[in-house]
């Protein structure tokens, strides 16, 4: 390699340094005075201009002022650039979206694309940070709303589905039997609290849903198929329909004296388990394999109901009834 060529080479390197270190700067004040970048990159104000100018090509929205006043500042685009986080930012930002991810705020699944994308460039070294930190955080649970999904498991399926990568894992039945499964994941959906994985299991050769909190050990294989399509070509329709007819462990029937549209947008997740009567009664299938979350459907009833349930799921309720009771005593 000629001298003028490792010469080029390092200057193109550092130019490329110093530009995202401008761009760090730019997004931690509102606004910099070109004299005041100068200073912190160690350059002229003549090469400010020029690493600003070269921002912009790259699209990133720059609002100038001339004059001895005059400064730099990021504004607001049509699209969004790359960002540069900080070590602390980045941690902050994979805990929040591993927590949100278990189930805390119910997020969507573009979140949980955003967290897939940001664990798989998140140097090792601020790995142990994030899962200290998520293990700390992980000591706060809300029980009643049922059980949890790992978020590691959550940010492992979704860049599977992503890359439309087979994947194996552990699986534990509604019956409680352990089986092995390797399957061509394709979407992951929450619904009511529960994560579910859809995924072409390639054993039983046909499309099966998978509880993420009866699921452990997911391990990608390396070898990526062709996409499925999905039968409808409506993956969250599908979602509905294999959970409206999916056993469960305890039977929970509401027969609710309002018109199904108001009970509707009180239950959120359960909309393929409304069936209209008439045009003010309709009936809520809340059957589940969890009593707490069972109880919690009922209770987020405004109106009269009738119930036709399992003797579990009444000692449950009457039990949760006498402790409100024995507390306002």
């Given at each position: 390699?000629?001298?003028?060529?490792?010469?080029?080479?390092?200057?193109?390197?550092?130019?490329?340094?110093?530009?995202?270190?401008?761009?760090?700067?730019l997004?931690?004040?509102?606004?910099?005075?070109?004299?005041?970048?100068?200073?912190?990159?160690?350059?002229?104000?003549?090469?400010?201009?020029?690493?600003i100018?070269?921002?912009?090509?790259?699209?990133?929205?720059?609002?100038?002022?001339?004059?001895?006043?005059?400064?730099?500042?990021?504004?607001?685009?049509?699209?969004?650039?790359?960002?540069?986080?900080?070590?602390?930012?980045?941690?902050?930002v994979?805990?929040?979206?591993?927590?949100?991810?278990?189930?805390?705020?119910?997020?969507?699944?573009?979140?949980?694309?955003?967290?897939?994308?940001?664990?798989?460039v998140?140097?090792?070294?601020?790995?142990?940070?994030?899962?200290?930190l998520?293990?700390?955080?992980?000591?706060?649970?809300?029980?009643?709303?049922?059980?949890?999904?790992?978020?590691?498991?959550l940010?492992?399926?979704?860049?599977?589905?992503?890359?439309?990568?087979?994947?194996?894992?552990?699986y534990?039945?509604?019956?409680?039997?352990a089986?092995?499964?390797?399957?061509?994941?394709?979407?992951?959906?929450?619904?009511?609290?529960?994560?579910?994985?859809?995924?072409?299991?390639?054993?039983?050769?046909?499309?099966?849903?998978?509880?993420?909190?009866?699921?452990t050990?997911?391990?990608?294989?390396?070898?990526?198929?062709?996409?499925?399509?999905?039968?409808?070509?409506?993956?969250?329709?599908?979602?509905?329909?294999?959970?409206?007819?999916?056993?469960?462990?305890?039977?929970?029937?509401?027969?609710?004296?309002?018109?199904?549209?108001?009970?509707?947008?009180?239950?959120?997740?359960?909309?393929t388990?409304?069936?209209?009567?008439?045009?003010?009664?309709c009936?809520?299938?809340?059957?589940d394999?969890?009593?707490?979350?069972?109880?919690?459907?009922?209770?987020?009833?405004?109106w009269?109901?009738?119930?036709?349930?399992?003797?579990?799921?009444?000692?449950?309720?009457?039990?949760?009834?006498?402790?409100?009771?024995?507390?306002?005593?």
């Amino acid at each position: 390699m000629s001298s003028n060529t490792a010469m080029m080479e390092f200057m193109t390197s550092d130019m490329t340094t110093r530009v995202l270190r401008l761009l760090s700067l730019l997004q931690t004040r509102r606004e910099w005075s070109g004299a005041d970048l100068a200073v912190r990159l160690g350059v002229t104000v003549r090469t400010v201009r020029r690493d600003i100018d070269r921002l912009r090509d790259l699209g990133y929205p720059l609002d100038s002022a001339r004059g001895h006043a005059g400064g730099y500042r990021l504004t607001s685009g049509s699209d969004l650039p790359p960002l540069l986080l900080e070590d602390e930012e980045a941690v902050a930002v994979a805990v929040a979206l591993r927590t949100a991810a278990g189930g805390l705020t119910g997020i969507e699944e573009s979140a949980l694309r955003a967290l897939a994308k940001l664990e798989q460039v998140l140097p090792s070294r601020l790995r142990g940070q994030v899962t200290a930190l998520q293990t700390s955080l992980a000591n706060i649970t809300w029980e009643e709303r049922g059980p949890r999904a790992d978020p590691a498991l959550l940010a492992t399926l979704a860049v599977a589905c992503r890359d439309h990568e087979i994947i194996t894992f552990d699986y534990t039945t509604r019956h409680h039997a352990a089986t092995r499964r390797r399957v061509e994941p394709c979407h992951l959906v929450d619904s009511g609290g529960l994560w579910y994985l859809l995924a072409y299991d390639t054993d039983k050769d046909d499309w099966r849903l998978f509880r993420l909190d009866r699921t452990t050990d997911a391990v990608p294989t390396g070898r990526r198929v062709p996409a499925r399509a999905v039968p409808g070509d409506d993956p969250a329709a599908f979602v509905a329909s294999r959970l409206s007819t999916a056993p469960t462990r305890y039977r929970a029937i509401a027969t609710v004296h309002a018109p199904v549209d108001q009970v509707h947008a009180r239950t959120r997740g359960l909309a393929t388990r409304l069936t209209p009567i008439d045009e003010h009664t309709c009936r809520l299938d809340a059957s589940d394999d969890h009593l707490p979350r069972i109880a919690q459907t009922l209770a987020g009833l405004d109106w009269d109901y009738t119930l036709d349930a399992d003797p579990e799921i009444i000692d449950h309720l009457r039990a949760t009834a006498h402790r409100a009771l024995h507390a306002m005593s």
